[in-house]
Every structure is written in C-alpha cells, then in structure tokens.
C-alpha cells in the first residue's frame, strides 16, 4: 500500500485508498498538498485578471501589488519568493492585514475565527521571525487599524490590553511618513523608502 510523504511514519491501513491516506496523514491543518497548492494559486490568478484592466498610469502597478500579498521579507512567500525590499510596500500593508482577517474571520468552513488578541500576538511572531514589516505592524496595531477592517463575520473581540493609538493615519501620506520613522528606529534598522503613492 503507497503512503504519504506526510505520513509522519506510520503505515496506511490495509483497504485505505491513496486519497484517504493522504487526508489521514495531514499532520498540519486540514489540506491536503495538493489542495493548499490550489488555495495558493489565488494570487496568480488575481494577477492575471486584473493585468487584464486598461489602468491608468497612476494605477497600473497594482496587479503586481495585489499579486504580491502573499510575500514574505524572508523569502518564503508565494508565488514568487521574493524578499525585503523587492515586495512594495502596499504589498507588505496587505499582507499584515490579510493575514489579520484570515485568522479572526468567522465565515471560514474549514476553521473557527480566533480572538483579536490571539491574532496580534501570532503577527508579532510573524514579525520577530523576518516574515512581515515590523514598522507597519506597529502602525497597525497602535493606529487600530484592524477595527476600521472589523465585519459582522469577524470573531467579536477579546479585551484589547495593547497600547492605545497616538494618532489614526487619514491617508497614504500619513502612512507613510509614520512607517518610516518607525523602521528607522527599528531593531532590524531597515528603511522605507518607498512611495505609497502607485507611481511608474
């Protein structure tokens, strides 16, 4: 009988199908390999329709920024791979908040919506492991910008112990002045200097 190459070492039962046995063999979530494959090619398929649009100038990068909010600043992103820098910025502000709105959402079959607190503390890990902008996290969760994204399907809230906001960003302007003074005087002493501003 074939087994899985995410058996975790045991041996498939006699009668089980090379499906079932994979399904049973998962030692992580609920997807199967060739099932998480599918729900990461989502980003691909968003590039492509939307490099589909006849955008203007001012706009015409954003298939590439919304294909690129599954990256990582340590490379281990998808679909591309890329690292630091390479990501824009716009990328980096979507992924904090989708990777928000995927743990707290309430709507999701395949799993429960965790609390608000639950979900900052694994973005502060994503953080401290290289994977997402430190200077944008600590905007996003100072400014609360998560209650702005805050839906009826989303988990209600736990008490909320962090610190309370100094000031709440109005527009990209802001956003982007308050991110860079934070990574300037951030541990990893990155700088942003990037434009929010969707330029050529």
Do not use: N
């Amino acid at each position: 009988m074939p087994t899985s190459r995410r058996s975790c070492g045991t041996t498939p039962r006699r009668g089980w199908t090379p499906e079932e046995t994979a399904i049973l063999s998962i030692s992580r979530g609920s997807l199967t390999e060739t099932e998480f494959k599918e729900i990461q090619s989502h980003v691909k398929h968003t590039y492509r329709f939307l490099a589909e649009i006849p955008w203007t100038k001012e706009f015409r990068r954003i298939p590439e920024i919304a294909g690129s909010h599954h990256e990582k600043l340590d490379g281990t992103g998808y679909p591309r791979g890329i690292r630091g820098e390479e990501i824009p910025l716009q990328s980096r502000m979507m992924t904090i908040a989708d990777i928000y709105d995927a743990l707290t959402a309430g709507d999701r079959p395949y799993k429960k919506g965790i609390s608000r607190d639950e979900a900052l503390d694994i973005l502060s890990h994503e953080r401290r492991a290289g994977r997402v902008d430190g200077a944008l996290l600590d905007l996003f969760i100072e400014a609360k910008i998560y209650e702005q994204v805050t839906s009826p399907t989303v988990t209600p809230p736990g008490t909320d112990t962090r610190a309370r906001p100094r000031g709440r960003a109005q527009d990209y302007s802001d956003v982007e002045r308050i991110a860079s003074k934070k990574r300037r005087g951030s541990r990893d002493g990155e700088a942003t200097r990037t434009s929010l501003r969707v330029s050529s």
